[in-house]
Every structure is written in C-alpha cells, then in structure tokens.
T-cell receptor, first 116, second 117 residues
C-alpha cells in the first residue's frame, strides 16, 4: 500500500483566517515532505521532516508552520496567508531521507488552497 | 548544483501513436537516482519509475519504456500506443544526497501530454 492521504481536498480561506492541512501515511515511512505547486509549475519543496524532526526548511515564510505529531502524521498550519499563497499543497513520504537519494517519495492527492 | 531539463513543454498526439518524453539532467554526484512521475488533472503525483546511476539497463513496463543513457545524461520515457488516459503532466526528477545530508528531488518543469481520441 503506497497511499498518502491529505485533507481537506479543497480549502478557501481569507487572509485573516487560521487553518490547517493534514497529511497521513501508514507505510512506516520516517520522512515526510510538504511541497507547494503553482499552476503549470513543478512542485517546490517547503519542508522535510526526518524521524519527526524538522530537517529542511526551504526559507518558507513563518505564516506556514509545519508540525509532525508522530511518524504517520504531518500538519501544515496556515495563518495570515496572502493571495499569492494560493496553490496545490502536496504531501509526500519516503522510507528515509538520509539514504543518498534512493528513496522514492510517494505523494498524496494534494490540497487545493485558495486565499481570498 | 543539480538540474533537470524537459525541453518539451506540451506534446499533442492522437490515440495509438507512440510518444517520447525527453529528460536531460546535470549533476556532479556520481551516485544519483532518476525518477518519472505522472500528474493527471486530479493533481496527485504518481510514481512511475526509479533508476539509479549505476544501472543503465532500459526498462519496459507494459506500454511504458525508459531509456537511460549516462553518456548523454538523458533518461527518456516512451509511451507506446498512447491512450487518452495517458493525458497528464509528466515530471522527470533527480535525487542525490545534497550538502545538507538529506535527499531532495529536483524536478524538471514537466511535459504536458495531450492524447486525443
């Protein structure tokens, strides 16, 4: 089973709202990722968690706050977003992230976020 | 620095035609991994294949085949007898252990394939 689930599928929020995106995997993977994808562009890495610890933050603005409560769950807390933050947010997981690049990342279906 | 180039932005074919998606990569690492992902309109990135830098054997999976040539730093993807369901954006990606010690994916810009009936 290579399933990564994400909720919600769609989200509309105002610039003053606080919302959270959720991601879950039950493959026993120890690395989890958040990506942002704008239309007609490739995914851009935002955060990497390895063994529930934040390993990489690609200079993401603080209005995006990741959280990894346990090895199966990954959240992305959103606060005071801007309209340009509207995008598809993808979660992914892999066995590990230290394995020299060989780990396959499996992606969820994404959350389509619209910021008004 | 790593780079993946997918020079074809969009390709349109008629069903049952064969189509090849090109991917050229750059890396200084001697050990690296190459991937292809499919992204249908629904949005999910679907993993298709992983190939490591030491394995230059071509691979065939049903109507899909991949041609890895280290000499030209290319990892091309061919769909034989294309079908409407093959319509999607296809991403080629490269992974290597970066300076941070963590593996990250470098994606190409993607090729949108449209297969019409």
């Amino acid at each position: 089973d290579t399933e990564v689930t994400q909720t919600p599928k769609h989200l509309v929020m105002g610039m003053t709202n606080k919302k959270s995106l959720k991601c879950e995997q039950h493959m026993g993977h120890r690395a989890m990722y958040w990506y942002k994808q704008k239309a007609k562009k490739p995914p851009e890495l935002m955060f990497v968690y390895s063994y529930e610890k934040l390993s990489i933050n690609e200079s993401v603005p603080s209005r995006f706050s990741p959280e990894c409560p346990n090895s199966s769950l990954l959240n992305l807390h959103l606060h005071a977003l801007q309209p340009e933050d509207s995008a598809l947010y993808l979660c992914a997981s892999s066995q590990e992230s230290h394995a020299g690049g060989q780990e396959t990342q499996y992606f969820g279906p994404g959350t389509r976020l619209l910021v008004l | 620095a790593q780079k993946v180039t997918q020079a074809q932005t969009e390709i349109s074919v008629v069903e049952k035609e064969d189509v090849t998606l090109d991917c050229v990569y750059e890396t200084r690492d001697t050990t690296y991994y190459l991937f292809w992902y499919k992204q249908p309109p629904s949005g999910e990135l679907v993993f298709l294949i992983r190939r490591n830098s030491f394995d230059e054997q071509n691979e065939i999976s049903g109507r899909y085949s991949w041609n890895f040539q280290k000499s030209t730093s290319s990892f091309n993807f061919t769909i034989t007898a294309s079908q409407v369901v093959d319509s999607a954006v296809y991403f080629c990606a490269l992974s290597a252990k970066g300076n941070s010690g963590y593996s990250t994916l470098t994606f190409g810009k993607g090729t949108m394939l449209l297969v019409s009936p």
